[in-house]
């Protein structure tokens, strides 16, 4: 990287730090760490939700996932609006009338500690690994395509993010995510419209886009009905539903965003300014990774895109035919710069016969070049085990570093880092808060003072922060690294949503039967992973990971009424529904 790089690149994270401390110091309540004072604007709560969910993950992966399979995976978003009314109308007036600090205290009022405290574990397993994941994934990518060392990244990005989180609390995970949500969306824009002016002359966005047409990458809906398909329209809006309901409704991490809000009304604005942004900016980023295609269609790209990779394979006795591979690589690449030339020339000619022709040849030639990079792929699985093969996720920050101007590239990287921070720096938050409050607080037999409290969050978010820390460095890619995380959260959401939806509208359900339900719960779902979905690569799973969402929800309340039925039998009780 460039000197100016280096400057942009510090300048931008050292700001965001020493902003969150600043504008928060002094925060020495229960109500002023944790729920930040209670006077969060809603434009503050819309840009804090969307920092939450957008992680450096989003930013790598995302790109990549576009880059290889198209623009169906924003498919998982369609549920996210509805789950986002539903938020509004239920779950945030029930939170602020109880003025509940976390969200599982109304699992206590409505059942038992010993509820509250099973779905507070689950809810820190879940969030735990997701802390870890979200600060090794820019750390492994950018160890791998700069040699920076593994270890020291995640390192220094934990210690960035709990340098504020720890000092500031919830205000200051809020008051950062708009300076972050600012940073990260003209780092994307600029990114489009510098791909757009690298294209040739003749070809515009509209030819661009008709190009990526060609290719299936524009193939956004599905209305297929195989469950086994990950992204289809009915499962993001069933499975994605329940996932963004259980998500923004009952995640420490999100509730505690909109309980900052200064009122009922400021936090419901809030989600519903997410509800609405949130899909146009998947959707855009999606549409980067597609352009990112486009360039590559015109460009040179590498067999892998991890230089870690590369570099395993031509120092192994498969170099020369490595070699061979890239040659033959290269001419494929010749040829589809002269069938996408033909392509557009076809286009303005409004030709459809020739158009046609020049798409099957477009297709063709792409379908040899992915043969060739499975091999390649193969080739380098043979020459080192150990070394990740799996590139989608090397796919933008190849692009950033190999093919952006100077002061560019560095604010793409403070881009990736400053979306790991926001998305971390929330978890710890939240981690902290339901340990102290949830666990250490409510599991005390005496009740101590505020600054106690306050002082015991700060502990336990920066223990987080060192177990975060910890679990990245002991991380590993799984085929992409956004869909690791929501695959994580799917494990648990579902049964955590259901345990919500009882305790809302459930009234004769006690809290022995969802204990039980939970547990049960929670135990089928694990078998449903382990035997429907892990054993198998990407695309072969017997069920998609989003359905354990809906199954998940649904089980826990079909078994807690079915445990109270069986209780209030046993007990011959009368049974009021």
């Known amino acids: 990287m460039a000197v100016v790089d280096w400057i942009v690149l510090c300048a931008t994270l050292a700001f965001i730090v020493f902003y969150g401390v600043w504008k928060t110091r002094g925060s020495k309540s229960v109500e002023d760490y944790i729920r930040g004072g209670g006077n969060a604007k809603w434009w503050t709560i819309g840009l804090s939700v ?24 924003v498919q998982f978003y369609f549920g996210l609006p509805l789950a986002m009314v539903v938020i509004c109308l239920i779950f945030v007036p029930i939170y602020h009338k109880l003025k509940v600090y976390t969200a599982y205290e109304l699992l206590e009022q409505r059942f038992d500690l010993k509820t509250r405290t099973l779905t507070a574990i689950l809810f820190l397993i879940q969030r735990g690994l997701a802390a870890g994941i979200t ?9 791998a395509v700069l040699g920076w060392n593994l270890q020291t990244l995640n390192i220094l990005i934990g210690i960035l993010v709990i340098i504020y989180t720890v000092s500031g609390g919830t205000k200051a995970v809020s008051v950062t995510h708009k300076q972050q949500m600012f940073v990260i969306m003209v780092g994307m824009f600029f990114t ?104 590559y269609q015109y ?4 067999l892998n895109f991890n230089p870690a ?52 040849n477009i297709l063709a030639i792409n379908d040899r070049e992915n043969e060739n990079r499975k091999v390649a792929r193969t080739m380098i699985e043979e ?8 590139d989608k996720d090397y796919v933008f920050i190849h692009f950033i570093l190999n093919n952006l101007p100077m002061g560019l590239v560095g604010l793409l990287l403070a881009v990736i880092l400053s979306a790991a921070m926001s998305s971390t720096a929330s978890e710890l938050n939240a981690l902290g808060t339901i340990t102290a409050l949830d ?24 223990l987080w922060g060192v177990i975060a820390i910890i679990i990245a460095c002991v991380a590993n890619l799984f085929d992409n690294l956004i869909q690791l995380v929501n695959i994580i959260g799917s494990i648990f959401y579902g049964n955590v949503l259901g345990i919500f939806l009882l305790a809302f509208f459930f009234k004769y359900i006690k809290g022995n039967a969802v204990f039980l339900a939970a547990i049960l719960t929670q135990i089928i779902i694990f078998v449903l992973f382990f035997t429907l979905i892990f054993p198998y690569e990407s695309g072969q799973e017997k069920l998609g990971y989003l359905w354990l969402n809906a199954i998940g929800c649904v089980l826990v309340i079909v078994l807690a009424s079915l445990f109270e039925l069986f209780d209030k039998l046993l007990r011959k009780e009368p049974i009021n529904v």
């Open 135 to 143: 600060i090794f994934a820019p750390s492994i990518i950018l160890s």
């Open 192 to 295: 489009f419209f510098f791909i757009l002016g690298t294209l040739p002359p003749d070809v515009s966005l509209g030819d661009s886009l008709k190009i990526a047409g060609a290719t299936d990458k524009l193939n956004i809906l599905d209305f297929g009905l195989d469950t086994r398909n990950r992204y289809t329209f009915w499962s993001g809006i069933t499975g994605g539903f329940f996932l963004m309901l259980s998500y923004f409704g009952t995640d420490q991490s999100q509730v505690q965003r909109y309980l900052s809000g200064k009122s009922i009304r400021e936090s419901q604005l809030g989600l519903i300014f997410n509800g609405i942004l949130k899909v146009p900016m998947q959707f855009f980023i999606l549409l980067v990774g597609v352009m990112v295609f486009i360039f």
């Open 309 to 360: 990779a590369r570099d395993a394979v031509v120092n192994s006795t498969l170099a020369e035919d490595y070699s061979l591979l890239q040659e033959e690589h290269e001419a494929l690449e010749k040829e589809k710069r002269m069938a996408q030339n033909e392509y557009t020339k076809a286009l303005q000619l409004k030709d459809f016969n020739s158009i046609e022709q020049a798409r099957i």
């Open 383 to 390: 020459a080192d085990p150990d070394v990740e093969t799996n």
């Open 50 to 73: 969307m920092a939450t969910q957008a992680s450096a993950i989003t930013f790598l992966s995302t790109p990549g996932q576009a880059f290889h399979d198209g623009m169906g995976f």
């Open 299 to 302: 460009q040179s790209s590498p």
């Open 439 to 462: 666990l250490y607080k409510r599991n005390r037999s005496n009740t101590l003072n505020d600054s106690h409290y306050v002082l015991a969050t700060k502990g336990f978010t920066l």
